[in-house]
Structure formats: C-alpha cells, structure tokens
C-alpha cells in the first residue's frame, strides 16, 4: 500500500475513546508465547452478531519470553479482536532477524493486516515494503515511533519514548536525585535507548547507562548489585520494565545501598512495590490500549476507512506516571492483566 494514498489530514482521530470499550471486552488470560512459536486467539463471537467479513490479523512482537508486559498488550488486542470479529494470530521473538521472518510468513499467509513493533526498525523495513506491496495495511505500536513513518506504516500506537524519558528526568530532578543509573536490558533497542537518553537529557545530575541481559535475571541482579558495591553515590536506580525492577529491588538489597527506584511500565507485581514504597513511581505507557487500538484500527480502515491520527500523526498511550496517589485505582485494573 502506497503512503501517498493515505489522507493528509492533520486532524487527530479520537482513537483513545474505544478504550472505554476495551474495557468491557477482556477476551481470557493469555501468556507471552515467545521464540517463534505462532498461537491464534479465534474470536468468539455469538451466531447472527457478525455485521463484516471475518478478517485475519497478525500481531507480530518482539517480546522477551516471561516477560508479563507482552501478556498485557495481548490482552488488548484479544478484545479487540473479539468485538470486531477478527481471527487474531500472534507470534513474537526478540532476534529482530526472526521477528522479519515471522512478518514474512505473515504475508505469505495473506492476512488481511498487520501490527508489528519496531524495536529494530532497520532490520524489518524490507520485509514491511514486501506487506505493503501485496497491499496489506500494515500499523505500528508499542516501539517505532520515531520510524513508523519513514517504514511508510498506516499507523502508530505507543508512547514517546524520547518525551517520556525526559518526563522522568524531571520527575528525579523534583524528588531531589543527584546520581542515577539506567539500567538498559537489550543493547539495540531503540526505545529503550531513548528512554536513557530522554533522561539523561533533562536530568540536572549524573547520569550512568548500564547494560544487562534482560533474558538472564541472575545475571542482571548481580551486575546491578555489582554496579551499586562500586559506586555508593548513586540515589536512584532508573530500570526500563517492571520484571527488571524487581530484580534490581533484590540487587539493592545485597548492596546494602540507600538508592530509591523508579521504574518505565508496570504488572500486578510492580503495583504492590509502588503501594508498599519499594518503588517510587512507574511511567505507565497503557500497553492494553496499545493492543486493542493497533488491532482495532485495521478493522475501522477495513470496514470505515478510517485512519487514527490522520495517517500523519502517533497515537499518544502515554506517558502517565504511577505513584502512591493514584496507585490503588490502577492495581485494581493490573490484577486483571489489563494495566
């Protein structure tokens, strides 16, 4: 499909208001399937309910296998699925090479649309330009958006990782932080890395960037535990996901440091730190509504022609902190699986 048919419209269309729908529509608990391994989320739609044409959608991620995060937004796009009458098909790896070929076999299966993530926008922007000329829509989410548009993508649903990275800087500089330390768990990362720099950016203090290996959590605990032994004026410790935080609660500990910790993106467990005051504040980025409006926005382009943010503009899920104030409203929506 050729950009240049795509509406010029500067108009931002109102995508965030189907999450209210989303809400009402939790189609079961899933988990991260990982590796290559593909699994197909059949919607259940009740007989004589069905108003359009069943469609095929693939969702292709780049989740790290036991990483709760890619459970939520599968959640999303379930529900998604379930009110449009989609058959959803999932698949996911973190090697960007093998993520290309999941979006190959996407195409040679002939879906009807694809949503894919863009941790490694280089090494997918081939196989995207192979969608497009077999005229598959093709929508970002989650990681991309500083690329979606130049892959020649519909769409995008995610945060900013640049505008929330320095959103959290500022939040440290208000808290009083002078040292921190992010803590990055997948070199090559776009977003992950423009998390860091977002903060590094308007953080007035100092700023270290350490890399682990976020598949092997023994070894990202003894390098954080490593790295806080080393160097006693580090205050906050900045991870980048929740299952990464919770480690680097336990590293603290055998550090026997003083550090506070924040944390990007939560799960059910990273609530109850927040609540109890293990973790000072998470920056939500809403990876359900990502899932749900990337799948529901090829349904709407199918049956309505719409395009969510005009085929020009992101659609923003975020960034929207999480500390002690707000915490008990969003925990109650995080034991589900949805925040």
């Known amino acids: 499909m050729d950009r240049s048919s795509y509406p010029r419209s500067r108009r931002i269309a109102p995508a965030v208001a189907v999450a209210a729908a989303a809400a009402l529509l939790v189609a079961g608990c899933s988990s991260s399937s990982g590796g290559k391994k593909a699994t197909e989320g059949d919607a259940n739609v009740s007989a004589g309910k069905a108003t359009t044409p069943r469609m095929t959608v693939a969702l292709i991620t780049h989740a790290v296998p036991g990483d709760t995060f890619w459970d939520t937004i599968r959640k999303g796009a379930q529900a998604a699925a379930a009110k449009d009458n989609i058959k959803l098909v999932y698949s996911s790896d973190p090697n960007a090479g093998n993520q290309s070929n999941l979006v190959q076999n996407a195409v040679d299966q002939k879906v ?16 995207v330009a192979k969608a497009k000329a077999a005229n598959i829509p093709v929508v970002g989410l989650n990681s991309g958006v500083s690329d979606w548009k130049k892959l020649g993508l519909m769409e995008f649903f995610g945060q900013d990782e640049s505008v929330a990275g320095e959103a959290f800087g500022k939040r440290l500089n208000s808290l009083g932080a002078k040292h921190t330390v992010c803590v990055v768990q997948e070199q090559g990362n776009i977003g992950l ?13 100092k700023t270290d960037i350490l890399y682990v290996n976020g598949t092997d959590m ?8 490593a790295k806080l032994k080393q160097d006693s004026s580090i205050d906050y410790v900045a991870t980048l996901a929740a299952p990464i935080a919770l480690t680097a609660v336990q590293a603290m500990s055998d550090a026997g440091s003083k550090a506070k910790l924040a944390t990007f993106d939560l799960n059910k467990d990273l609530t109850k730190a927040i609540d109890n005051g293990t973790v000072q504040f998470a920056v939500d980025q809403q990876p359900y509504l990502q899932g749900y409006l990337s799948v529901d926005s090829l349904w709407l382009y199918r049956t309505n022609g719409n395009y969510s943010g005009g085929g020009e503009q992101a659609v923003l899920t975020g960034p929207a902190f999480v500390d002690k104030s707000n915490i008990a ?6 034991a589900k699986g949805t925040r």
């Open 112 to 127: 009807d649309g694809i949503a894919v993530t863009l941790a490694k926008p280089a090494a997918l922007k081939a196989v």
């Open 193 to 205: 890395t423009q998390r860091c720099d977002g903060l590094k950016k308007t953080f007035s203090g």
């Open 218 to 225: 023994p070894s990202v605990k003894s390098t954080i535990t």
């Open 329 to 334: 409203k969003v925990a109650q929506f995080a």
